[in-house]
């Protein structure tokens, strides 16, 4: 599957606006967060799908230092809530300030935590649009607990599609192809899905994006 070059993207669509700049500067350089965010154009696609479907509630499975996560709140209609969810607490905080220097901090709570113990918990058919970007590992079990959480019409979009990424700086334990494997089990289980209608987006990673029937 062929995408277009990262430089041909960045020149067509613009610079990035200097604030994006300095909140990847500061959390790649001085807090040392590995570099595993989003690229730009999923980036603005997530804000993108986000403006479209105009969800009163957005969930973000996998925080990191928020890059994906001042995309989507930028995308929410007035009133509209995201809710995010790290493992790291450093990470955590470093998000946090990042949605109050991007100015969308007060739209978008950040819970620290295993996932799964939040999903678990949640109400169904609550959210819009659900993001997954997490634990490789875990995709398939974050589909089976977000599924059910996902309204009518939303719509459930996950990273890392192609399956064909370095994951080291994702991994607790394991190797690359435990996760490209988890990925490519997950990519299949919407693909099949009787609920779910499914196509890829050509980002740098790819994403993989369905809507709940």
């Known amino acids: 599957m062929t995408t277009p070059p990262v430089g041909y993207t960045n020149a067509a669509l613009g610079p990035r606006e200097p604030i994006l700049d300095d909140i990847l500067r500061s959390s790649l350089l001085e807090h040392r967060l590995p570099t595993i965010q989003v690229d730009d154009n999923a980036a603005r ?43 790291d607490p450093r990470a955590a905080d470093v998000a946090r300030a990042n949605l109050g220097k991007a100015g969308v901090g007060d739209r978008v709570e950040v819970i620290t935590g295993d996932a799964r113990d939040y999903l678990r918990a949640a109400p169904r058919d609550e959210f819009g649009l659900i993001f997954i970007d997490a634990d490789k590992r875990s995709y398939v079990d974050y589909l089976k607990l977000a599924f059910p959480l996902l ?15 370095d994951f080291g700086g994702e991994r607790v334990a394991g190797d690359d192809d435990a996760e490209a494997a988890a990925i490519r089990t997950y990519v299949a289980a919407v693909a099949r899905s009787p609920h779910l209608f499914s196509c890829f987006a050509g980002t740098e990673s790819g994403l993989i994006i369905s809507i709940k029937g």
């Open 151 to 165: 309204e009518s019409g939303g719509l459930l979009v996950a990273d890392d599609a192609f399956a064909v990424g």
């Open 45 to 87: 696609l997530l804000q993108l799908l986000t403006t479209l479907r105009a969800p009163r509630r957005v969930l973000e499975i996998g925080t990191l230092f928020g890059y994906s996560t001042i995309h989507l709140a930028r995308g929410l209609p007035a009133g509209a809530t995201l809710t995010s969810l790290e493992v």
